[in-house]
Nanobody, 133 residues
Framework: QVQLVESGGGLVQPGGSLRLSCTASGLTLADSYAVGWFRQAPWKEREGVSAIRIGDSYAVYTDSVKGRFTIDRDDSKNTVYLEMNSLKPEDTAVYFC?????????????????????????WGQGTQVTVSS
């Protein structure tokens, strides 16, 4: 019953932009503790890209995307977005959204633990982002 569905991926040239969407069903994202975006390429480890803490909308980003990516939410659509600008080839990956719905991150320092993907309990199927000229 619980589903997270990502959309908005595709092929884009370096310097281009994409907006990824994560829409939930079977749960209300606004009731979760945090929603995160992760990415993984076949030759790389999964890494955290961004996350938003729902209670106060506190947002965090990995250093490589700061100033280029923005996480946002629309509670009326039960959706979290990842706005990606100035895309680089190294951004190429499958992007996943995930929610810490039951809150294992609540008792941890969010700013240093948000990227721990094992703390998220529901995951989407992923959407491919390819940045290439």
């Amino acid at each position: 019953q619980v589903q997270l569905v990502e959309s908005g991926g595709g092929l884009v040239q370096p310097g281009g932009s994409l907006r990824l969407s994560c829409t939930a069903s079977g749960l209300t994202l606004a009731d979760s503790y945090a929603v995160g975006w992760f990415r993984q390429a076949p030759w790389k480890e999964r890494e955290g890209v961004s996350a938003i803490r729902i209670g106060d909308s506190y947002a965090v980003y990995t250093d490589s995307v700061k100033g280029r990516f923005t996480i946002d939410r629309d509670d009326s659509k039960n959706t979290v977005y990842l706005e990606m600008n100035s895309l680089k080839p190294e951004d190429t990956a499958v992007y996943f959204c995930a929610t810490d719905y039951q809150g294992p991150l609540r008792d941890r320092p969010f700013e240093t633990d948000w990227y721990t993907y094992s703390k998220y309990d529901f995951w989407g199927q992923g959407t491919q982002v390819t940045v290439s000229s």
